[in-house]
């Protein structure tokens, strides 16, 4: 299963997107196979 989070800040928004798998056990591994990074300005000075 992959999931995806955004994150907007500041001065950046981050988008991460991972790959989930689950272990006979019940217990969940992430494991990262995007981050993306995109500087912005948001407001005014």
Avoid: C, H, Q, Y
């Amino acid at each position: 299963m992959r999931l995806a989070a955004i994150d907007i800040g500041s001065n950046a928004a981050r988008l991460l997107i991972s790959d989930v798998l689950i272990a006979p056990n019940g217990k969940a591994e992430f494991l990262k196979m995007a981050l993306v990074r995109v500087p912005l300005r948001l407001g005014f000075d």
